[in-house]
């Protein structure tokens, strides 16, 4: 019989520092799994979290056994690469921190054992991933278990894989199941189970395989119906496995988007990292229950696990939610020539591992990777390798590439995958929120045969920061979910976009950041780091894709403001909204999701939202001066100058120009080159490093000189501006 025991309990950590007098004899930490050594040191900004080697030690005592009995560990997550040993034996060197790995131990376990695995995150050239915007945690922070099964067992070393593959194949009203085992051992047949109905099929080499047939099957559909049936496999052994499959069709149409059983089934949600405030990767159950429970009631019915394998736990929540998945592997940013392997390894497990998940719809081969060096004939090798290999290993998913921005979108490498999709930053770090509009218009009339979606889009929020006069880059609650506001709307108005991704459903760990009030921490999530508090863009979301009834009153955290007239807005998804002013009403409005109102204050005020039964409640107040915690360090400054008339001068040149014109004149030119140096300042570490192409920057170039100067925050300052507008000022336009 087939044992799985839980082995997290009772470790000892030991961190492996030069000149600490290191021995695996130490004292260490005695500490339970998960665990990662960077939950305080790679959330803090300071981009120098510990990268290198740590210990993980146990003692345990050997399982009992019946003879000819096999003895596996079981690993579900290490980060990065990890060396394991067993009472001092070498028995496994793994390669790549987000996957599953066994290993078998049976041959050198005693009486009693010491289990040791040598765990690295240090920077190399041939293990993904080594350069993105978030922080790569080290440790064993996923669950370990200890697998006990007979001599003759279902395969437990090929990948990380259960040794159990099911593919329906669903037409009309029925769904012929093919299932699939492989066996270690000498096995005559394996007898699988499906519902009351079992068949025999016979081993040969191995493998063994048989065809159920499902008579008016019930599917797997989305989030109204995610439907599980159960697989059962036996041997005579007494090995027995279980796994879980879902009966559904889809395709993806260039004209329809994505099409769920036949109908089209319209993808809006967020992608996700697996971190968490002061705890980094290494989430328990609970917590992951937490982030799927946040992603339903935002009424999300997709998510884009990001940038690596996630945990079979959330794989198996996306299964029973019907959240629709696109699963992809860490080969991000910065192509590593002495890395292609690793990347088709990567990519091998995340096949293998998760075939048999019915939310997963496609296999991503990369995230921005042309970034750091363009496309590269060896970048495209790999590609295709990729490519074929995920088709090898499945040939029921399409492939996808999440591909930046700055690539050209008649550039053959956008169409190497089956199906594509950009990651669009108009309206934060480049560019007008309406350029996407522009963007996704362009490229579909350019491509109307080529199928395209939004994988990626935000814009960063402290919820701390409040304006009730909002703008990019000033990193506030409003901007954001004014940003969403029009994100939301502009997908619901181009139904051939096949799926779209916020970046991100949580702020996330980024040690090479330190910005916006918070280091270490990239602030685009919708939900904050620690899950306390969703920003009001989560209910914009909720607006637009919940069927549950609610009513929400944005900027309850801009109490104090300074305006005579105020704009009070209401997330909602229900046809109208009547808004209250202490207790009399003010408003009703008949509408669709937002609703706007302009209450003029002198005091203290009681607001309430009503629609229905349904009603929402903020407080506010006029006062007289801004409350200065309300604005990100660097933006005192709304407006650097007192009048219009001091930027202005006519015949000469000045901030209101476009950089276009700018640039046009050759003394300008040189001033503003200066200025955009300078600028760079405040972006992130990865995105600091972009180079635009020509037609991106011709997008830019029609924007005034003064938008770009406010979104780079205090990397200009207000005398900076001053003196640049000044000698501007002193350059004559011809005429």
Request: hydrophobic share 35%; charged share 25%.
């Amino acid at each position: 019989m087939r044992k799985q025991t839980l082995f997290n309990h009772k470790w000892k950590f030991i961190k492996e520092d030069v000149g600490a007098g290191f021995t695996l004899e130490a004292e260490g930490e005695r500490l339970d799994l998960p665990h990662t050594w960077n939950a305080a040191d790679g959330q803090d900004g300071g981009n120098d979290y510990y990268r290198g080697t740590c210990w993980y030690v146990k003692e345990f005592a050997r399982p009992e056994m019946s003879e000819g009995d096999e003895v596996w560990l079981e690993f579900r997550g290490v980060a990065m690469t990890a060396q394991v040993y067993v009472n001092g034996q070498h028995l496994c060197h793994h390669e790549g921190g987000y996957s599953t790995f066994r290993v078998n131990i049976t041959d050198v376990i005693r009486a009693s054992n010491i289990l040791e695995v040598a765990v690295d995150n240090s920077k190399n050239h041939t293990v993904y991933p080594q350069k993105a915007d978030f922080t790569f945690y080290g440790g064993i922070y996923r669950d370990v278990f200890m697998i006990t099964v007979p001599a003759t067992h279902f395969e437990l070393g090929y990948y990380g894989g259960t040794g159990i593959k099911v593919t329906p194949n669903v037409e009309g009203r029925n769904a012929g199941v093919k299932v699939e085992a492989w066996v270690t051992g000498v096995a005559d047949v394996v007898k699988f189970t499906i519902e009351e109905r079992t068949l025999e099929a016979k081993v040969h080499d191995g493998h063994a395989e048989c065809v159920f047939t499902i008579e008016n099957a019930r599917l797997w559909d989305g989030v109204a119906d995610p439907y599980l049936y159960t697989v059962k496999a036996e041997l005579e052994s007494g090995d027995l496995l279980e796994t879980r499959f879902g009966c559904r069709t889809f395709a993806i149409d260039p004209e329809n988007g994505f099409m769920l059983n036949g109908r089209p089934y319209r993808l809006c949600g967020a992608a996700r990292h697996q971190d968490r405030q002061g705890v980094g990767n290494a989430m328990t159950t609970e917590m992951q229950d937490e982030d799927m429970a946040l992603l339903r009631e935002m009424g999300a019915n997709t998510v884009r696990l990001a940038h690596y394998q996630h945990d079979q736990y959330f794989y198996d929540l996306c299964d029973e939610y019907g959240m629709i998945v696109w699963a992809e592997i860490p080969y991000i940013t910065e192509h590593m020539p002495e890395g292609r392997d690793n990347t088709l390894s990567q990519m091998r497990e995340l096949v293998v591992q998760n075939y048999n998940h019915p939310s997963i719809v496609c296999w991503g081969l990369s995230n921005e990777i042309t970034v750091a060096a363009g496309v590269t004939d060896d970048i495209v090798e790999n590609h295709k390798l990729l490519h074929n290999l995920c088709h090898k290993l499945d040939d029921t998913r399409p492939t996808t590439m999440a591909h930046a921005f700055m690539l050209d979108i008649d550039h053959p490498f956008m169409l190497l995958s089956d199906i594509c999709s950009y990651n669009l930053y108009y309206g934060w770090y480049v560019g007008d929120v309406e350029q996407n509009d522009a963007w996704f218009d362009e490229f579909h009339a350019k491509h109307p045969n080529t199928v395209i979606g939004l994988s990626e889009y935000g814009a960063d929020a402290n919820p701390a920061y409040q304006n009730g006069k909002p703008e990019k880059g000033d990193w506030s609650e409003p901007y954001q979910a004014l940003y969403h506001e029009h994100m939301l709307k502009m997908w619901s108005e181009r139904p051939y976009i096949w799926a779209m991704h916020c970046w991100n459903m949580f702020d996330f760990g980024a040690d090479g950041r330190n910005e916006g009030g918070k280091p270490g921490q990239n602030q685009k999530g919708v939900v904050t780091f620690d899950r306390k508090l969703k920003k009001d863009a989560f209910y914009v979301y909720k607006a637009y894709l919940s069927k549950e009834p609610f009513i929400h009153i944005c900027g309850r955290r801009y109490v104090q403001r300074t305006e005579d007239v105020t704009e009070v807005k209401v997330y909602t998804n229900q046809p109208n909204v009547t808004l209250f002013v202490d207790g009399k009403a003010f408003s009703t409005q008949e509408g669709e999701k937002v609703f706007k109102f302009h209450v003029p204050i002198s005091n203290e005020h009681a607001i309430e939202a009503k629609s229905g039964e349904l009603s929402d409640t903020i407080r506010i107040q006029k006062v007289e001066t801004l409350n200065k915690t309300y604005i990100k360090e660097g933006y005192e400054i709304v407006n650097w100058f007192d009048r219009p008339d001091e930027i202005a001068r006519e015949g000469y040149y000045s901030i209101l120009d476009s950089i276009a014109d700018l640039k046009a004149e050759p003394r300008a030119a040189q001033l503003l080159a200066k200025v955009m140096e300078r600028a760079k300042r405040s972006y992130g570490d990865v995105a600091k490093n972009v180079t635009l192409p020509e037609s991106i920057q011709r997008q830019i170039d029609t924007m005034p000189l003064e938008k770009m100067l406010k979104q780079a925050g205090k990397a200009i300052t207000q005398e900076m501006v001053k003196q640049l507008n000044n000698r501007l000022n002193q350059i004559p336009k011809n005429k």
